[in-house]
C-alpha cells in the first residue's frame, strides 16, 4: 500500500492512525491489568509487545506520512479530533471549547518515535530481566500505561490533554517505583516524586490559567497565534497596578525615575516562569530534582524507560512546544538557562560520590537534563531537543547495561544493594563482552567521543550557548480596566540578559563536559576493568580476621572464585536491545552534525514547527566561523576526562605498577600493595573529588532538601500541631471561639472602611479620588493640602478632583463618619510627574526604554499615563492593611 | 408621667431580667428554670403591653407550659446529678469564672445597648394600631393564608423532632452509666485514636 | 424620658439585646448543659421581643407575630430533642457537664 | 396542578418519609439475628435496615428525578409557583441544589442500609430521619424568606443531632451529637437575632424585600437604618459560617464527623453543607446584594474573602496532623468549605459564573465525599472498623476494589485531573481570577498542595504499607448497597471529570436564575 492509501485511510484532518497509535497501549494495560494473571507470563509479554511494536509501527507510519507531507517552510499537522471536553470562560464573553484532541507533527511525531521506539526495546528487555516477579502481569500493565500516557503527553493538542498525560505518566512512574512496595525506601520514594511532582504541576495549571487570560487558547496553533498577546505589562500584585519593590529588577523590568512604580512584568514572563516551574519538576531541575535520583529505587527498566528517555524529557518536549511563548521573554530564558547549567554542575559533581552504579547514571541524567535546558533557554530548541533523543538512545543503553550487570551480580549476590555497588564489580568485561561493548559505546557517546552522537548533541548545544541571541521584545502599550479605573501601559523594551552571559554558560559548560566525560569513565573503568571484586561476596562467605570490604580483596586470587556462580552475559532478550541501542547512540549523530559532516537534517525536520520561534533567535557575528575553534575544547574536555579516568583507575593500578617492582624495588612494597596507591589517591585527588561531591551531597540533603522539603513541611506540620490543640474538645472553647469570630465580624462591619480608588490623568493633572461605599457612610474631605479638613460637617460627596500642577505633590485626606458615628481618616499622597517629552533625560539604566516610549509616543498617540494610586488600607484583605481603630464621637442616648 | 402602661414596662422588664440573670447564675438548675419561667412570664407581659395578645398566650402555653415543664421533668429524672457542676461556678475557680462571665456580660451587654439603640438616632415611638393587630384572628389568618407554607414546613420539622427524640432517647431508662473502660466506643478502638484518650481508658469491644 | 418609657421601640429592643447577651453569656460560661439549653431559650425569647417590638412599629402585616409563633414551635421541638441528647449523655457518662464531652479532640 | 409539580421533589421526600414511617411502625420485625443487627433494641421494623434503606433511596432518587423533570419542564413556565413564594422558591437554582442533595440524601440512605446492620445499629428511625432531614436541606435551599429559611434550617438540624446521637450505646456519638447541638442551637439563635434586626430595619422578611429596602439606605426619604442591617450581616454569616463550617466557626465539625455514624458524617458533609451553601448564596446575593454591601472596602466580599483563607488554611493544615482518617475528611470538609467560599467571593465581580462554579463545586463534592465515605465503610467491617491510617494498611491486597475506589474519591478530593474534584476548583479559581482575587487563588492553590500531602498518605497506606504484626486491620465488609452507592460515586465522579460540560452548563443556567 503506498502513501495515497495510507492517506486516503487516514485524512490529515481526521486522523484516526492516531487512535491506534494511542489505542494499543491502553489496550494492552487493559488486557494484562485485567486477565493477566490468568494469562500466564508468555501470553502477557506477548501482549505487551505488540501493544507497544503495533503502537510503533503506527508511529513510523505517521512519521513516514509527515515526511511526505512535510515542505521546507511549511510543517505537517496532522488532527484527531475527538469530542469537546469542556468549555473555558476567557477574558471577556468568550467561550475557549477544550477539545480532547491529538495531533501529531515534527516535533511530536518524532518523540512518539523515541517514546514507542525505546519503549519496545524496553519492554522486551523486561521480559527477562522480570522474569521472576510475581507481579510480572502488573509491571507490563503499568508499562503499557506509562506508554499510552506518554504519548498521550505528546501528541495531546492542547494543553489540557498534555496534562492528562502530564498527570498520567507521573502516576505510572509512582506506581512502577513502588512497584516492589514491600520496601519502604521505594514507597518513600514513590511518595518524595508525586509531591514534587506536584509543586510542578502547580506552576503548569498557573501557566494554563494565565494563558487563557491573556491569549484565550490552549491548543498550540492558537497559542502560537496569539503569543504576541502575552507582550503586555501584566498585574500581578492583587489589587494594585504595580510590581513589588523588592522583586529584582529583572522580573520587574526596566525601572524609570518618573515611575516610582516600576514597569510591571511582562505576561510572557509570568507564564514562562510558570511553564518552566512545571517543566522543571517533571525534568528534575533545580531545585526539584531531588525526586528522580531516589525514583531509581524501582526496577531497572522502569529507570531506563521513565526516568532516564522519555518522561523526564517532557519538560523539554513542553518547552520546545511552547517556544514562542519562551522566546518572549528573554529574562525565563535566561532564568532556564542558567538553572540548566546549574543543575548540570551540581549533579555531575554529585555523581562523583556515589558507588551505586544506578545512582552514578541517576545523577548523570539530572545533569545531561540541564543541559537540554541549557539549549533550551540560550534558544537552540532543536539543538536541544536533539540531545533529548541521543540522551534517550545512550541513557537508556547505560541503564539496560547496568540492569544487565546487576542481573549478572544479582545472580551471585542476591542482594539488591550490593550487587548495585560498583565496589563489587570489576572485570566484567571478561564475563559479558555483548553489555560491555555497548556500554562502553554509550559512554564513549555521553562523554562525547568526537563522531558519536553525543557528541554531535552535546557540543551544539555549547557552541548555541556561546552563539545564540534573543530579540528582544518590543512589549506593547496595555490597558486594562481595573474596577472603575482604566490603566494603561506606555510600550517599552524588555529586559535584556547581559551580554557576555553566553560565554559564562559555555565556559561552565564545558567544565561539566569534563565532569561528566570523568565520572562516565569512572564508573566504566570500575565496572568492567580491572578485576572482579565480588567473589567475596557470597553467601555463608566469612571475613578472616581483620578483612576488608569487599573493594580491596587483596587478599584473594581471582582467578579462584568461591562458591557461587560466576557473572554471566544475558539472555538475548536483554542483549538484542543493548545492541540496538548502543548502535544508535554511536551513530545516530548523523542526523544532525554540524560539525564535521554539515548534515543538519534533524534541525530542517523540526525547523518549520519552530520556525516562530527561531525567528526571534538570532546569532553574534561571526557565529559560523566561531563552529570549530568553540569546538576543540569539546574535543578537549572530553580527553581530558577520559584521560584522567583512565590515569587513575587504570593506569595506576595495572602494568605501569607492575613494572615498577623491578626497577624500584624501595617502591615494590607501595605499588605492590596497590590498594595503598588507590587510598593514596582516595586520600588525595580522589579526596578532593570526593568532598566536593560530599559537599554536593551535603547541599542537596541539608540545603535544598531541607529548604524546599523540610522547612515547609514542618512549618505546615508544627502549624497544625499548634492549632490542633486549640481542638481542646470543649463546648465552651468552641462557644467562645465562634463569639470571638462573630466579635471581629461585627468590628469589620461597624469600623468605617475608608478605601480610595484614585483615578488619575498626568495629563490635564486632574486626579479624581473616590472613596469606597458603604452603608450610612458620610465623608468630608481635606482636598488642598492643608492639613486640615475643609469642612466641620459630614456630606454625601464620595469624590473630588483634585487639579495639581506639574511636579506639585499634595496629600489629600478624607475623613469617613459611619452610621455610628465612628470615624476614620484616610490619607492619599498625589504626585503629578514631570513628564514633558524632550525636556528632562532618563537616568542612565533606563535609556533605551525612555526612547522606546518616545517612539511610542510619536507613532501611536500622546503618550499618557493613567496613573492610579491604590492605598491599600484595608483594600487587599481585611486586616492586612492599616485599619484605623473607630473613634466613638458624638454623645451616647 | 409614669402611667400604668410604663409601670407595666417596668415591672415586666425587671422579671424578665431578673429571671434571665438567676437563670444563668443558679448553681441549682431548677431555680435556673424558675427563673427561666420568671422570665418568660416578663416577656408575655410585654407582649401584652406590644397589643400581642395572641403569642402572649402561646407563650405561656408553650413556652411555660411544655419546655419549662420538660426542663422541670428532666431535672426531677436526673436527681441531684442534675447539678452537674461541681466545683466550676460557682465555687472552685469561681473568681475567674465569675470575672470572666461578668466581663464578658458587661461588654456585650454595653455593646448591645450602644448599637441598638440606633445612637443618637431619633426614638421611633410607637403609633396606633388596628384593633385587631395581634389577636388571634389577625395572626392564625395569616398563617392559614400566606403562612401556610410555612406552616406545612414546619410539620416535617415536629415530625423529626418526634422521631428522634424517641429514637434518641428510648432505651432502659436505668442509671447503668458505663464505667469508663466502656465509654469508648466500639468503633474506636484501633490505633491512636485510642491511645490518645487521655483517661486512658481500654478498649471496649461491646457497642452498649 | 418616663412617659415614653414602654412606648418606644429602642426599649423594647434594648431590652432584648440584654436579654440576648445574658442567654449568650449564660451559653458560654455556664457548664451544666441543662443550663446552657436554658440559656439558648433565653436567647430566643429576647428574639421574640425584638420581633414583636418590631411588628408593632411595622404595622399591621403581622409577619414578625407569625415569626415568632414558629419560633417558638421550633423553640419546643428543640428543646425535647436537646433533652433527649442530654438524657442520652447523662445516662452513658452519669455526668451533665459540658466539659465531660471531650472524648473527641484534637 | 402546576404548583404540585413544581413542588414535586419536595412533596416526594416529604410523604416518602411519611410512608417509610407507616412502613416501619406497622412492618414485622425482621425474624432472624435481631439481636445480631441491633444490639439490644428489639422494635418494629428492626433489622430491616437494607430494606428501610433502599426504599429511602428510591424515594431520593425519585426526589432527584423529578427535580430533573421540573427542570425540563421550566420553572418559568409552572403558574403556580408565585403561590408559595417568598417561602418557597421554585427557580433553577434551588432545582439544582433539590438534585444533589437528593443524590446525597440517596447516598447516605445507601450507606446507612448497608452500615447499619453491619454494625448492630440496625434502628429503623434513621431512614426517615434522613428522608425528613433531606426534606428540610430541600427547603432550606428553596427558602426565598427568613422564616422558612429558618424552619427549614431546623429541621435539617434537627434531624441531623438525632442521626448523629442515634447510636446510642456510643458515648462518642452522643457527645457528638451533644456538641453539634448546643453549638448548632447557638448558631441558630445569632442568625434568628439578625434576622430580628433585619425585620426591624428593613420591615420585611422576605430576602427580596430585604434587598430593596437596603438598596434605600442613604437616600433621603429612606427609612431604613443602616446599623441593625450591618450586624444582622455579620450575625447572619456566623450563623450560616457555622452551617457550612468555615473557620472560626468550625470546631463542632472534627468531634462531630468523628463520632457520627459514618453514614451521618456523609450526610452532614454531602447535604448539610450543600444547603446551606445554597442559602448563604441566596441570602448574600438577595438579600444583601446591594452595592454598597459588595464592595471590597465595607462589605461581605472581604469577610468571606478572608473565612476562605482561613477556612482552607486552617482545614489543611489541621488535617495532615490526624490519626484518624474519618477525622482527616472531617478537616478536609472544612477546607473545601473554604475553596467554595472563594467562589462565593468571586461573586463580587461576575456574579453569575462565580455563583456557577460554587454550584458545580458543590455537586463535585458531595459525589466526591459521599464516596470516599462510602469507600470507609467498605473498608472496615463489625469490630474491624476502619478508622486510623494504620487500619488501613495494605487494605489494597485485602480489597483491592475498595481500596482503587477509595483513591478515585481522594484523588478528586486532592483535585486531580480528570477527576470532578480539578474541574471543580479549575472553576472556582477561574472565577476568582476573573474578579482578580489572586491572593485567594494563589492561597488556594498552595493549600491544594498541602491537601495532596494528606489525601497521598492515605493512598501510600493502602498501598505500600503492610499491617504491623499483631495490629488491629479493617476487615472489608461487603454490602451490596454500599457498592453500589460507590459505583454510582465513582461513575459520576469520572463522569463528571470527563465531561463536566453539561452539569456546569446547568449551573450556569441555574446561577443565572437564581443570582
Known amino acids: 500500500m503506498g502513501m495515497d492509501g495510507l492517506f486516503s485511510i487516514f485524512p490529515p484532518e481526521d486522523f484516526t492512525l492516531l487512535c491506534v497509535i494511542l489505542g494499543l497501549p491502553l489496550l494492552g494495560a487493559f488486557v494484562n491489568g485485567v486477565f493477566g494473571k490468568r494469562l500466564g507470563k508468555e501470553a502477557v509479554s506477548l501482549m505487551a509487545l505488540v501493544a507497544v511494536g503495533g503502537s510503533f509501527m503506527a508511529s513510523c507510519a505517521a512519521f513516514f506520512m509527515l515526511m511526505q507531507r512535510q515542505t521546507e517552510t511549511e510543517a505537517a499537522r496532522f488532527v484527531w479530533h475527538g469530542w469537546k471536553w469542556l468549555d473555558i470562560s476567557g477574558n471577556g464573553d468568550f467561550q475557549i471549547p477544550i477539545e480532547i484532541a491529538f495531533s501529531v507533527d515534527a516535533l511530536s511525531g518524532g518523540m512518539a518515535l523515541i517514546v514507542t521506539g525505546v519503549g519496545f526495546l524496553i519492554h522486551l528487555y523486561s521480559t527477562e530481566y522480570m522474569a521472576e516477579d510475581d507481579g510480572f502481569h502488573r509491571f507490563f500493565a503499568y508499562l503499557n500505561l506509562f506508554i499510552f500516557s506518554m504519548l498521550v503527553l505528546i501528541l495531546g493538542d492542547n494543553l489540557p490533554v498534555l496534562f492528562i498525560g502530564w498527570e498520567g505518566v507521573g502516576m505510572c512512574s509512582y506506581l512502577l517505583i513502588g512497584f516492589w512496595f514491600t520496601e519502604e525506601a521505594n514507597a518513600v520514594a514513590g511518595k518524595k516524586a508525586f509531591v514534587t511532582n506536584r509543586i510542578g504541576d502547580f506552576g503548569l495549571l498557573v501557566a494554563m490559567a494565565l494563558l487563557v487570560w491573556h491569549v484565550g487558547a490552549l491548543d498550540w496553533q492558537g497559542i502560537e497565534a496569539g503569543a504576541n498577546n502575552l507582550l503586555t505589562p501584566i498585574k500581578i500584585y492583587p489589587l494594585g497596578n504595580g510590581v513589588p519593590a523588592w522583586l529584582p529588577d529583572f522580573i520587574r523590568g526596566p525601572l524609570t525615575p518618573e515611575d516610582p512604580r516600576g514597569v510591571r512584568v511582562t505576561a510572557a514572563t509570568l507564564v514562562g516562569f510558570a511553564l518552566f516551574l512545571g517543566c522543571a519538576g517533571k525534568s528534575a531541575q533545580l531545585p526539584l530534582y531531588v525526586w528522580l535520583p531516589d525514583a531509581m529505587a524501582g526496577p531497572t527498566p522502569v529507570s531506563a524507560l521513565i526516568h532516564a528517555a522519555t518522561m523526564v524529557t517532557a519538560g523539554v518536549y513542553l518547552c520546545c512546544r511552547m517556544a514562542a511563548v519562551f522566546v518572549l521573554s528573554p529574562a525565563t530564558m535566561a532564568t532556564i538557562a542558567i538553572v540548566g547549567l546549574a543543575t548540570a554542575l551540581l549533579a555531575a559533581s554529585i555523581a562523583f560520590a556515589q558507588n551505586d552504579i544506578k545512582k552514578v547514571l541517576a545523577y548523570s541524567t539530572v545533569s545531561q537534563l540541564g543541559y537540554m535546558f541549557i539549549g533550551i533557554g540560550v534558544g537552540a530548541f532543536a539543538t536541544g531537543f536533539f540531545h533529548v533523543i541521543t540522551h534517550a538512545f545512550f541513557k537508556a543503553c547505560l541503564f539496560l547495561g547496568a540492569g544487565s550487570v546487576i542481573h549478572a551480580m544479582h545472580a551471585r549476590i542476591h542482594d539488591v544493594d550490593r550487587s548495585q555497588d560498583m565496589r563489587n564489580m570489576g572485570g566484567m568485561r571478561n564475563f559479558m563482552p555483548i553489555t560491555h561493548l555497548t556500554f562502553l559505546a554509550s559512554c564513549l557517546a555521553i562523554a562525547g567521543l568526537p563522531l558519536t552522537s553525543g557528541f554531535f548533541s552535546k557540543d551544539e548545544i555549547l557552541f548555541k550557548a556561546y552563539t545564540s541571541t534573543i530579540a528582544t521584545p518590543q512589549v506593547s502599550d496595555g490597558e486594562w480596566i481595573d474596577r472603575s479605573t482604566q490603566v494603561t501601559w506606555p510600550a517599552m523594551q524588555a529586559w535584556t540578559p547581559p551580554e557576555d552571559l553566553g560565554r559564562w554558560i559555555y565556559t561552565l559548560a564545558l567544565l561539566g563536559a569534563v565532569m561528566t566525560a570523568f565520572y562516565m569513565f569512572r564508573l566504566y573503568f570500575r565496572v568492567f576493568w580491572g578485576e572482579f571484586r565480588g567473589w567475596t561476596i557470597v553467601r555463608g562467605w566469612v571475613a578472616p580476621a581483620g578483612g576488608h570490604h569487599g573493594h580491596d580483596d587483596h587478599e584473594h586470587d581471582s582467578d579462584e572464585p568461591l562458591d557461587g556462580p560466576k557473572p554471566h552475559e544475558s539472555a538475548l532478550q536483554i542483549t538484542v536491545p543493548l545492541v540496538v541501542l548502543g548502535v544508535l547512540a554511536i551513530f545516530a549523530g548523523g542526523l544532525n552534525a554540524h560539525a564535521f559532516f554539515h548534515s543538519h537534517l534533524f534541525d530542517d525536520w523540526v525547523a518549520p514547527v519552530l520556525a516562530t520561534a527561531s525567528s526571534s533567535v538570532g546569532e553574534i557575528e561571526g557565529a559560523k566561523e566561531m563552529m570549530m575553534p568553540l569546538l576543540l575544547p569539546g574535543i578537549g574536555a572530553f580527553a581530558i576526562g577520559v584521560g584522567g579516568a583512565y590515569w587513575v583507575y587504570v593506569m595506576q593500578r595495572g602494568e605501569p605498577a607492575a613494572s615498577f617492582v623491578e626497577k624500584v624495588p624501595w617502591l615494590h612494597r607501595i605499588v605492590y600493595e596497590k590498594w595503598r596507591v588507590d587510598e593514596l589517591y582516595e586520600e588525595t585527588f580522589i579526596g578532593a573529588v570526593d568532598t566536593l561531591g560530599d559537599m554536593a551531597v551535603w547541599v542537596d540533603q541539608y540545603v535544598v532538601d531541607a529548604v524546599v522539603a523540610r522547612v515547609t513541611s514542618f512549618a505546615v506540620a508544627a502549624s497544625g500541631t499548634i492549632l490542633r490543640t486549640m481542638q481542646t474538645g470543649r463546648v465552651h472553647a468552641y462557644g467562645a471561639v465562634m463569639v470571638a469570630g462573630l466579635g471581629a465580624l461585627g468590628w469589620f462591619f461597624i469600623a468605617p472602611q475608608a478605601v480610595v480608588t484614585v483615578l488619575a490623568d498626568d495629563d490635564s493633572g486632574v486626579y479624581s479620588v473616590t472613596a469606597s461605599p458603604g452603608l450610612g457612610y458620610q465623608y468630608r474631605w481635606d482636598e488642598d493640602g492643608d492639613g486640615e479638613l475643609d469642612s466641620d460637617d459630614f456630606g454625601d460627596k464620595a469624590r473630588v478632583d483634585v487639579q495639581l500642577g506639574r511636579s506639585e505633590v499634595r496629600l489629600v485626606q478624607v475623613e469617613v463618619k459611619n452610621a455610628l458615628g465612628f470615624r476614620s481618616i484616610e490619607q492619599i499622597g498625589l504626585f503629578r510627574p514631570q513628564r514633558d517629552g524632550a525636556s528632562d533625560g532618563l537616568a542612565g539604566a533606563a535609556q533605551e526604554a525612555k526612547e522606546a516610549a518616545d517612539s511610542a509616543a510619536k507613532s501611536q498617540k500622546a503618550l499618557q499615563d493613567i496613573q492610579r494610586v491604590l492605598q491599600q488600607a484595608g483594600g487587599n484583605l481585611p486586616g492586612a492593611g492599616k485599619q484605623p481603630a473607630p473613634k466613638p464621637v458624638g454623645g451616647a442616648p | 408621667m409614669i402611667g400604668a402602661g410604663n409601670v407595666l414596662f417596668v415591672i415586666a422588664g425587671i422579671l424578665a431580667l431578673a429571671g434571665a440573670l438567676i437563670t444563668v447564675s443558679s448553681r441549682n438548675p431548677i431555680r435556673g428554670a424558675m427563673g427561666l419561667l420568671a422570665t418568660i412570664f416578663g416577656i408575655a407581659l410585654l407582649f401584652l403591653k406590644l397589643n400581642a395578645q395572641f403569642l402572649a398566650a402561646i407563650q405561656v402555653i408553650v413556652y411555660a407550659g411544655a419546655v419549662v415543664v420538660l426542663f422541670v421533668f428532666v431535672i426531677m429524672l436526673l436527681g441531684p446529678d442534675a447539678l452537674g457542676e461541681v466545683g466550676s461556678f460557682p465555687k472552685g475557680k469561681s473568681k475567674v469564672s465569675r470575672g470572666i462571665g461578668g466581663g464578658l456580660l458587661a461588654i456585650l451587654a454595653g455593646v448591645a445597648l450602644v448599637l441598638l439603640a440606633g445612637r443618637g438616632g431619633a426614638h421611633v415611638r410607637f403609633g396606633d394600631v388596628q384593633p385587631d393587630h395581634g389577636s388571634v384572628e389577625a395572626v392564625g389568618g395569616l398563617l392559614f393564608s400566606r403562612g401556610l407554607v410555612a406552616f406545612e414546613l414546619a410539620t416535617a420539622l415536629l415530625i423529626v423532632a418526634v422521631i428522634g427524640a424517641i429514637a434518641v432517647a428510648r432505651g432502659k431508662q436505668t442509671k447503668s452509666h458505663l464505667t469508663p473502660a466502656q465509654r469508648g466506643d466500639g468503633e474506636f478502638f484501633h490505633g491512636t485514636v485510642v491511645a490518645r484518650d487521655d483517661r486512658g481508658r481500654p478498649p471496649s469491644k461491646g457497642d452498649g | ?106 | 396542578m402546576d404548583l404540585v409539580i413544581a413542588l414535586s421533589p419536595l412533596l416526594a421526600v416529604g410523604f416518602g418519609g411519611l410512608m417509610l414511617m407507616l412502613a416501619e411502625a406497622f412492618g414485622k420485625p425482621s425474624e432472624e439475628g435481631i439481636s445480631k443487627t441491633t444490639g439490644d433494641v428489639v422494635d418494629a421494623g428492626a433489622g430491616r435496615g437494607a430494606e428501610l434503606g433502599l426504599g429511602a433511596s428510591v424515594v431520593l432518587i425519585a426526589g432527584a428525578v423529578m427535580a430533573v423533570g421540573v427542570w425540563i419542564v421550566g420553572p418559568e413556565t409552572l403558574e403556580g409557583v408565585a403561590d408559595v413564594a417568598p417561602y418557597l422558591l421554585i427557580d433553577r437554582f434551588s432545582l439544582f441544589f433539590t438534585f444533589v442533595l437528593c443524590l446525597g440524601g440517596a447516598f447516605t440512605a445507601l450507606l446507612g442500609g448497608g452500615y447499619l446492620p453491619e454494625h448492630r445499629i440496625d434502628r429503623s428511625e434513621f431512614f426517615p430521619l434522613v428522608l425528613f432531614s433531606t426534606f428540610g436541606a430541600i427547603a432550606l435551599a428553596m427558602s426565598g424568606d427568613l422564616l422558612s429559611l429558618f424552619v427549614g434550617l431546623e429541621t435539617m438540624s434537627l434531624g441531623v443531632y438525632c442521626l448523629i446521637g442515634l447510636r446510642r450505646g456510643s458515648a462518642r456519638a452522643t457527645e457528638a451529637a451533644l456538641k453539634y447541638f448546643l453549638l448548632g442551637s447557638f448558631a441558630a439563635a445569632l442568625t434568628l437575632f439578625g434576622a430580628a434586626l433585619l425585620y426591624g430595619a428593613t420591615g420585611h422578611t422576605d430576602l427580596v424585600g430585604i434587598g430593596e429596602a437596603v438598596a434605600t439606605i442613604g437616600q433621603p426619604d429612606s427609612t431604613v437604618a443602616a446599623m441593625p442591617v450591618l450586624l444582622a450581616l455579620a450575625l447572619t454569616l456566623a450563623g450560616l459560617g457555622f452551617k457550612v463550617a468555615a473557620v472560626p466557626f468550625h470546631q463542632w465539625t472534627p468531634d462531630a464527623y468523628e463520632g457520627a455514624p459514618t453514614p451521618a458524617t456523609a450526610f452532614m458533609a454531602a447535604v448539610v453543607k450543600t444547603a446551606a451553601f445554597a442559602i448563604l448564596l441566596r441570602v448574600l446575593l438577595v438579600g444583601f446584594g446591594e452595592e454598597r454591601l459588595m464592595s471590597w472596602g465595607t462589605g461581605w466580599p472581604p469577610v468571606i474573602a478572608t473565612l476562605a483563607v482561613l477556612s482552607m488554611t486552617v482545614g489543611n493544615v489541621v488535617a495532615g496532623r490526624q490519626e484518624s482518617v474519618k477525622r482527616m475528611l472531617a478537616y478536609s470538609s472544612i477546607a473545601h468549605a473554604g475553596v467554595a467560599l472563594v467562589g462565593v467571593a468571586a461573586t463580587i465581580r461576575s456574579t453569575e459564573d462565580a455563583t456557577a462554579s460554587v454550584l458545580f463545586y458543590l455537586l463535585v463534592y458531595t459525589v466526591s465525599t459521599a464516596g470516599a465515605f462510602g469507600a470507609l465503610i467498605l473498608c472496615g467491617s463489625r469490630g474491624a472498623e476502619a478508622v486510623s491510617y494504620e487500619d488501613l494498611a495494605g487494605i489494597a491486597k485485602r480489597h483491592p476494589a475498595a481500596a482503587l475506589a477509595f483513591s478515585l474519591f481522594l484523588l478528586s478530593l486532592a483535585g486531580f485531573p480528570p477527576t470532578a474534584g480539578f474541574f471543580g476548583k479549575l472553576y472556582v479559581f477561574q472565577s476568582a481570577i476573573d474578579s482578580e482575587l489572586y491572593v485567594l487563588v494563589i492561597i488556594g492553590l498552595v493549600n491544594s498542595l498541602i491537601g495532596a500531602y494528606y489525601y497521598v498518605r492515605v493512598m501510600v497506606y493502602m498501598y505500600m504499607r503492610e499491617p504491623v504484626p499483631g495490629a488491629p486491620v479493617a476487615k472489608p465488609m461487603s454490602s451490596g448497597m454500599v457498592t453500589s452507592a460507590i459505583v454510582l460515586a465513582a461513575l459520576l465522579v469520572l463522569g463528571l471529570g470527563i465531561l463536566p460540560g453539561v452539569s456546569l452548563d446547568m449551573a450556569i443556567a441555574a446561577a443565572a436564575r437564581g443570582g
Open chain 3, 1 to 106: 424620658m418616663g412617659a415614653l418609657l414602654g412606648n418606644v421601640l429602642e426599649h423594647y429592643v434594648m431590652l432584648a439585646g440584654v436579654l440576648f447577651t445574658i442567654g449568650a453569656v449564660g451559653f458560654l460560661v455556664r457548664r451544666n448543659v441543662l443550663v446552657q439549653l436554658m440559656s439558648i431559650e433565653l436567647m430566643l425569647n429576647a428574639v421574640n421581643l425584638a420581633f414583636v417590638a418590631y411588628n408593632r412599629v411595622h404595622g399591621d402585616d403581622m409577619n414578625g407575630h407569625m415569626f415568632v409563633f414558629f419560633i417558638i414551635a421550633v423553640a419546643a421541638a428543640e428543646v425535647a430533642v436537646g433533652l433527649a441528647i442530654v438524657l442520652s449523655f447523662y445516662r452513658l457518662t452519669g455526668s451533665v457537664h459540658s466539659d465531660d464531652a471531650d472524648a473527641l479532640k484534637g
